[in-house]
């Protein structure tokens, strides 16, 4: 197969890309997966049980071996915005842009083959360019990236370049633009849910890691969801802030099901609480 650079240069891969598919029998969806290539090659034998090494191969054999380069997820999965979604993303993080083919149908076996054929041909072209002229020949080209307008969801927080975010929930901010709103939500409980445990054991570290993750995650939900208020409360550790919370998270499942009278009633519960604290 022949993968196509639509944003960034083949000759010169930045180690890190959106890889998309277009399925035939669908011509309005896009199906999208990234792929990340490491700097340092592992061998994951090492870090597995011993009865389980020997069947995953040496350090110079097997399927965790000699470990380079990956997709997450492994096979790709259906993206919502579409192709423009894509594109806003790649230029957003600077990432490469990369279409993977064709497909007469969403094939399970057949994507997952395809998709690993991706990972290991932009994986050599990461490595070609890499050992014929250094470091130097892999710099990101700057010419096809797009700069978002002052105000808008995508722009940085004044005083901030946005790179903060992406360098430390980088790989969380692609899975969570794959996700359907439903499925943010979940991962929005889970994290709530993380963050009493990390604040009952008084792990301050990870009490600012969730919650930090936590406001990552409400900026792929939409604004009326007032997740920043759900992530206040959730900050604090009184019995009517963990009750707050969980309001502020029902109230985002009943906007999202297009209950408005729950919401309604969830709402008019909120104040009450409030007015009470």
Not at 79 to 84: L, N
Not at 226 to 243: D, F, G, M, R, W
Request: with cysteine; aromatic share 8%.
């Amino acid at each position: 197969m022949d993968i196509q650079f639509e944003i960034g240069d083949p000759l010169r891969p930045r180690g890190h890309a959106l890889l998309y598919y277009r399925v035939d029998t669908e011509p309005d969806h896009v199906y999208g997966t990234y792929i990340v290539t490491l700097p340092i090659t592992a061998d994951l034998t090492k870090y597995v049980p011993p009865f389980l090494a020997a069947h995953l191969g040496s350090s110079d054999s097997g399927p965790l071996a000699n470990f380079a380069a990956f997709a997450m997820p492994p096979m790709s999965e259906l993206v919502e915005g579409g192709h423009d979604r894509l594109v806003r993303l790649a230029n957003l993080r600077n990432d490469d842009l990369v279409y993977g083919g064709n497909m007469f149908s969403y094939d399970l076996a057949r994507m997952m083959e395809s998709v690993a054929g991706a990972v290991q041909e932009y994986a050599d072209a990461w490595n070609e360019a890499a050992n014929t002229a250094g470091a130097g020949a892999v710099a990101a080209p700057a010419d096809d990236v797009a700069i978002p307008l002052a105000g808008s969801a995508d722009a940085p927080a004044a005083g901030t370049t946005g790179d903060e975010d992406t360098a430390g929930l980088g790989v969380n901010e692609v899975l969570w633009s794959f996700m359907s709103e439903g499925d943010r939500l979940a991962e929005m409980g889970r994290l709530l849910g993380r963050l009493r445990f990390a604040q009952e054991g008084n792990d301050n570290t990870a009490i600012t890691d969730i919650t930090a993750e936590m406001t990552a995650l409400g900026r792929h939900l939409p604004d009326e969801y007032s997740i920043s208020a759900l992530v206040a409360a959730a900050s604090e550790t009184s019995a009517a802030s963990v009750q707050l919370a969980q309001l502020y998270l029902d109230r985002c499942y009943r906007l999202s099901s297009g209950d408005a009278e729950q919401v309604r009633r969830i709402e008019e519960a909120i104040r009450n609480l409030e007015r009470r604290g």
